[in-house]
């Protein structure tokens, strides 16, 4: 389940490791896939209770609409990716560019 707060504040600082962020997410949780899916670009919440904000959205290479999010804040900031399921609905996606994209 999701917790969705808005007003959460993430600032910058360097991203973490792909794959250590992904062990970082809960296995079977749809947190991540439920703030994709409800936020508007820019906005902020929580995801699991860390500071969550929808950074941007592109086209994967299959054509799936995926969505950035940053998770945390300050130094412990990191990319976290959702991408659309043909079910309509969101799920976590392995990051494949390390670093920030902006």
Partial sequence: ???LVPGASAGSGPIAD????MASLPRGSDALGDFAA???P???GTVNG???RYTRSYNAASG???REIT??????ERVAVACRRPDGTFA???PLLRGSLR
Avoid: I
């Fill in 50 to 52: 860390e500071s969550a």
């Fill in 71 to 76: 998770l945390g804040y300050g130094g412990n």
């Fill in 92 to 94: 976590a996606s392995r």
């Fill in 64 to 66: 799936r609409e995926c």
């Fill in 42 to 44: 820019g906005q902020t």
């Fill in 1 to 3: 389940m999701s917790s």
């Fill in 18 to 21: 792909p794959a250590a962020q």
């Fill in 38 to 40: 409800s936020a508007a």
